[in-house]
């Protein structure tokens, strides 16, 4: 029956149907097919002026009512003669319960009933008979297996469903802990925002005091840096070289001291221009002798750091 009903489609308009026929032919099918229908209804037919529009809309009702119409047909006429068989074969099967003695009168009311509850559940699962014809679909027992795989089917997809379910349930057990965790350190990070900012502005305070203190320093660098050029400071002169040289200061001081308390001594002395000139010019000789002395330790201290 769907089969039947699935081929008789509905019709489509194009302008090549359009331009099939004339304007004359199509206002008389229009106007026959209303007549019908009204006649259909027991109505007359109302006045309308007949326009081009009208004409092509009407048109389309009127081959798309007499498809479905055919079709409606076509169908009914499919069940009437099913009835019929119908009717046929149930008497044949009436004659044939009476002649066992099993016509529905002489059953027992119990029997009926459960012969009821087959009828309906056959027309619930769609069967004609409780025969095993794989081949048209239509047995009890093919019928009744095939529930059964569904519900097997059924039951697997449920348990598959709930394994999901448990494993989604545990997931967002999961998830809501993390929220939770996040949301509370989200809320210590929210309250160490105050410190921190204090913090913050603190060490920028302190950054900028630095950074004064480290152009100061630099300035002070520069500035000893232009003295030590300005007195010839050169590299060469370290801290050992220094240290070398105090150590010869010393020696030449303790070298000299002699020299100079002899000179001293030369003061309480009653002037003699003679013996002053003679001391003036031993003294100039030994100081010569030290300053000489000096300057080659000096040499060798400057040779020896090279």
Request: charged share 25%; proline share 3%.
């Amino acid at each position: 029956m769907n089969e039947m009903i699935s081929g008789v489609g509905e019709p489509v308009v194009t302008d090549a149907t359009k331009g099939g026929g004339s304007n004359a032919a199509r206002i008389a099918e229009v106007k026959a097919w209303l007549a019908a229908q009204f006649d259909a209804a027991g109505k007359e037919v109302p006045d309308f002026e007949y326009t081009p529009r009208s004409i092509a809309h009407l048109y389309n009702l009127a081959t798309v009512s007499q498809a479905k119409t055919q079709a409606a047909n076509i169908v009914a006429n499919d069940f009437r003669q099913k009835a019929a068989e119908y009717r046929s074969q149930a008497a044949r099967i009436r004659e044939i319960l009476e002649n066992v003695g099993l016509a529905q009168e002489s059953l027992p009311s119990n029997v009926v009933a459960s012969a009821q509850v087959l009828a309906n559940v056959a027309n619930l699962l769609n069967i004609r008979d409780t025969e095993l014809k794989k081949q048209n679909g239509s047995s009890f027992l093919v019928a009744m297996g095939d529930i059964s795989l569904r519900k097997t089917g059924v039951d697997e997809k449920r348990a598959k469903v709930h394994k999901e379910s448990k494993t989604l349930l545990e997931y967002t057990r999961k998830a809501i802990a993390r929220l939770t965790y996040l949301k509370r350190t989200l809320a210590q990070l929210e309250d160490d925002v105050a410190p921190c900012d204090a913090q913050m502005e603190n060490w920028k305070t302190n950054l900028g005091v630095m950074a004064s203190k480290e152009r100061q320093y630099m300035q002070q660098y520069n500035n000893y840096k232009a003295l030590l050029n300005r007195v010839g400071y050169t590299p060469e002169i370290n801290h050992g070289v220094l240290v070398e040289m105090a150590e010869h200061r010393k020696d030449l001081e303790k070298k000299t001291k002699p020299i100079l308390d002899t000179l001293r001594s030369y003061q309480d002395l009653p002037p003699d221009k003679a013996l002053a000139a003679l001391a003036i010019e031993d003294k100039k000789r030994q100081y010569a002798a030290a300053e000489k002395y000096l300057e080659d330790v000096l040499q060798s201290a400057l040779a020896t750091s090279d």
